[in-house]
């Protein structure tokens, strides 16, 4: 019986209506993936304030086996990140993010979801666009779908001065150099700019990535690669992308 109560950090994914008032709650769990659960109160209950998107905190949750549903009876709200509210760009970033767990059925890393949270919600519109990239190559990382962006699938040969380019391949899921690339196939560019910037995302500490300059070209280049990827990794549009073309 004792079990039936239990606590657990959780980031609020996302909430639905549902009975007379009532919510449900999409919660992203440290240890136990996504949780589906109830929140009930009318919209003057404080319980209802505490658990909104984007919020982490300490979840008390009560399994109830006969109706076979999970209640939320507590939240303590630890990071509510005002910031992301204020901002279209960070609001469009944070939908993403949690966009994404939802299609991926919770599979990101607590910590880095977290900390990219607390890092938009306090970033210009510019540092969000570009923690947005970082965020999605370690998705893509921890998911284990970059491709080898060091080396040509075909010939092996490296990026040098003298393929200053990769093409990325959808077909092969991998890159290829300007020489084994076919003029006519399928392919999104990377400049030599933007591989430098995903090999240190891979390689160097955050804070270190952080402070490495990118130039428009290669933003945009790598926008449409990894959003590319993304929609790939979920397999479907992602509805973020799609309704929020023009805000990145
Ligand atoms: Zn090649």
């Known amino acids: 019986m004792s079990n039936r109560s239990w606590q657990t950090e959780s980031l609020v994914l996302s909430l639905s209506p549902f009975g007379e008032g009532h919510r449900n709650a999409l919660l992203l769990t440290r240890n136990q993936g996504l ?18 998107p984007w919020q982490t905190g300490t979840a008390w949750l009560y399994t109830d086996p006969v109706k076979n549903m999970v209640k939320i009876t507590d ?12 901002n279209l760009v960070r609001t469009w970033c944070a939908s993403l993010c949690t966009e994404l767990i939802t299609k991926s059925h ?4 607590w910590t880095l979801v977290n900390a990219f949270l607390d890092g938009i919600a306090v970033s210009d519109e510019t540092e969000c666009r570009l923690a947005l990239l970082r965020f999605l190559w370690r998705i893509l990382s921890g998911a284990g779908l970059c491709p080898d962006c060091e080396s040509c699938s075909r010939c092996g ?21 300007p020489d084994c ?11 030599r700019e933007a591989l430098d910037y995903l090999m240190a995302i891979t ?20 926008r449409s690669f990894l959003f ?14 799609e309704t929020g073309e023009g805000i990145l």
């Open 228 to 241: 590319f990827l993304l929609n790939r990794m979920v397999g479907s549009p992602l509805k973020t992308l």
């Open 35 to 52: 949780v589906h659960a109830a929140v009930f109160g009318g919209p003057k209950s404080s319980l209802r304030a505490r658990v909104s």
């Open 157 to 177: 040969a490296g990026i040098s001065g003298k393929n200053g380019v990769l093409y990325y391949s959808p077909y092969e899921d991998g890159f290829v150099c």
């Open 203 to 222: 390689r160097l500490k955050p804070s270190e990535v952080r402070a490495i300059p990118l130039g428009y070209g290669a933003y945009a280049e790598l």
């Open 75 to 86: 939240f303590d709200v630890l990071f509510w990140r005002q910031g992301l509210r204020e």
């Open 106 to 109: 919770g599979v990101a890393d």
């Open 181 to 191: 690339a076919h003029r006519d196939e399928q392919r999104i560019l990377l400049s």
